[in-house]
């Protein structure tokens, strides 16, 4: 269990994280998105004592991290998969911080073929690709066999294989009553991982909410483009249809079926040129959720729907 | 690359009794020690500065050695000008200098190398205490430094007895002063190994820690020109390096064993101080 209470981190002018109260559970995966710059690293860092709070606290297992008499026991993180010397084997790194928390080498050994990198074991790191790198990190967090897990990003430069691998390893974890708190920018990965989701916007929570519930959030819609869109207008407001009029001829209808307004359509003779059902994605939810708190956004006027053709 | 099944196997739930405040402490610190020595050993650097200061020592000690025979036997030596026994002794840590250039990079590095890949950040994330993580780099760097730098004093004081003998000349080890200097030499380094590494925690960087120890080593040497004679030879012993705090203890003639290790304890007291001031720098500080 990690309890996240009032935690504010400010780095000079910028303010990083913005009075964040969370508290991450056992028994399930939770997701922490966010937009890059969001703060979620900087909440990750704070969680582990790298950086210290300039507000709040956080407790994992109900003490500070700093207080865990052997950490690696408790809590297993990976936040840099290049936080390593280039010049140290891959057995040796994990050998130091074992003997942090006074375990052996069998369980050395033993992470080392978790991760299937027995084989190189004896290699220096500088030898890694990106994915290996990933690897002898999460390796390095699996070491004291902790019940908190807390991965930064951890499917970068991972292949298909590997990033199939963490997610049964994360999904096992929680099952067995494991907290397990993974970052990423990406919705889509989230979701298949997931069972709860942490939403971060420049520093801010946005949304602390079962995936669940933000997958029955996304409702569909249907694009109606028409060169008669102000008659068509008139027809769905006396039929009390919901939508919106982004453009001269483009209607957005929010709460009915693409046949039911092609019907209406055709009952009142309005020409339509494009009538398209979209069907409303996590993606979309999580692009509308953090819309206005794109730190380094590109098109700070660009709507959703042109982010969602550019992703 | 294959990768095995995620691990299913069952976790144990207790995470160990807890225990009394000092049990619980003693493991950590004596397991930060472990782990930065594993760390240390396993780089190649740490072997290669080892081998560079000792060969420093012995080569540099063994030279000087040869010198004083061969001058000696052509009866030129210094023997005519002082205590033979003396000036042998003094050869014999002659290399000392030299290697303690080494010894102060490899207590930067061992800092400094953590800080360019990042790996203090791990380093930190497994050992969150900061006064731990000072003490068990500094501890580790002793336990090193210690025995190599006494096995190359007393090797070395070794050679220089037996060339010298084949002059004519000894250096006898019941000599007042000899063993100290020999041990001395080799607790000298020791503590300048943890002064380095203090320069390391507070700089970060390699080229800046080095760059700072140059200064603190040779700065005050400047300083002392500017002032009068008779107070820059009251100060000098008390400033850290060359002919300064510390120092006094490998030299063999003209100091008493008292003098030698008050010296000692000064610069020992400055090693102290910059690793306590690391520590609350440590803390305050983002890793």
Redesign the interface.
């Given at each position: 269990m990690i309890e996240i209470n009032h935690l504010s981190k400010r780095y000079g002018a910028r303010l990083a994280v913005d009075d964040l109260t969370v508290t991450v559970r056992p028994g399930r995966v939770t997701g922490f998105l966010g937009p890059n710059g969001a703060g979620k690293s900087t909440t990750m860092r704070a969680i582990i004592g790298l950086d210290r709070p300039t507000a709040g606290e956080v407790l994992v297992n109900g003490r500070r991290y700093v207080d865990l008499p052997a950490p690696l026991r408790e809590v297993g993180a990976l936040l840099d998969a290049k936080a390593m010397h280039p010049g140290r084997t891959a057995y040796h790194h994990l050998l130091a911080l074992a003997a942090t928390a006074g375990i052996g080498r069998a369980r050395v050994l033993e992470v080392l073929e978790l991760v299937g990198l027995a084989d190189v074991a004896r290699h220096r790191t500088r030898t890694f690709s990106l994915g290996m790198g990933q690897r002898l990190g999460i390796a390095a967090a699996l070491l004291g066999d902790p019940g908190v897990i807390l991965l930064d990003e951890p499917v970068n430069g991972l292949d298909p294989d590997g990033i199939h691998w963490i997610r049964g390893f994360l999904r096992a974890r929680a099952a067995e009553g494991g907290t397990v708190f993974v970052s990423s920018h990406l919705m889509s990965e989230m979701a298949m991982t997931a069972d709860h989701l942490v939403i971060l916007g420049r520093g801010r929570l946005l949304a602390d909410v079962p995936t669940a519930e933000m997958v029955a959030a996304t409702s569909p819609s249907v694009r109606v483009r028409s060169p008669q869109a102000a008659e068509l207008e008139v027809v769905l407001r006396a039929e009390g249809v919901r939508f919106d009029r982004p453009q001269p001829e483009l209607l957005v209808i929010l709460d009915r079926g693409a046949d039911e307004i092609a019907e209406l359509a055709f009952a009142h003779q309005v020409v339509l040129h494009e009538l398209t059902a979209t069907h409303g994605s996590l993606e979309d939810a999580y692009l509308e959720l953090t819309r206005n708190e794109l730190e380094y956004s590109t098109t700070p006027t660009a709507n959703p729907t042109d982010l969602r053709r550019v992703a | 690359?294959?990768?095995?099944?995620?691990?299913?196997a069952?976790?144990?739930v207790v995470?160990?009794p807890s225990t009394g405040s000092t049990s619980?402490r003693t493991?950590?610190f004596a397991?930060?020690i472990?782990?930065?020595l594993?760390?240390l050993r396993?780089?190649?650097?740490t072997g290669i500065v080892l081998l560079v200061a000792t060969l420093g020592v012995v080569l540099m000690g063994v030279a000087n050695a040869i010198s004083i025979a061969v001058q000696a036997s052509q009866g030129t030596g210094p023997s005519t000008t002082g205590g033979p026994a003396s000036d042998t002794a003094a050869v014999a840590l002659s290399g000392v200098g030299s290697a303690l250039v080494a010894i102060a990079a490899l207590g930067v590095l061992s800092v400094t190398?953590?800080y360019a890949?990042?790996?203090?950040?791990?380093t930190?994330?497994?050992?969150?205490?900061r006064g731990r993580l000072v003490i068990g780099k500094a501890a580790a760097l002793v336990v090193l430094v210690l025995p190599v730098m006494l096995g190359a004093a007393l090797l070395t004081g070794l050679a220089t007895h037996l060339i010298v003998s084949t002059a004519g000349l000894s250096l006898p080890l019941d000599q007042p002063g000899l063993i100290r200097a020999l041990v001395g030499s080799a607790l000298y380094a020791s503590i300048l190994a943890v002064f380095a590494a203090g320069l390391g925690w507070l700089v970060r960087s390699t080229a800046g820690a080095l760059a700072t120890w140059l200064g603190v080593w040779t700065l005050p040497t400047f300083v002392l020109m500017l002032l009068p004679a008779p107070l820059a030879q009251q100060v000098q012993p008390w400033l850290p390096g060359p002919g300064g705090a510390g120092t006094a203890v490998y030299q063999v003639g003209g100091i008493s064993e008292a003098a030698a290790w008050v010296s000692l304890g000064a610069f020992a007291a400055y090693a102290l101080a910059i690793s306590l001031v690391a520590t609350a720098v440590l803390r305050?500080?983002?890793?």
């Open positions: - | 690359m294959t990768i095995s099944a995620p691990s299913v069952p976790r144990s995470s160990g619980s493991p950590g397991r930060a472990t782990a930065e594993v760390k396993s780089v190649r650097s190398a953590d890949c990042g790996m203090v950040r791990t930190i994330a497994a050992v969150p205490r305050r500080r983002d890793a």
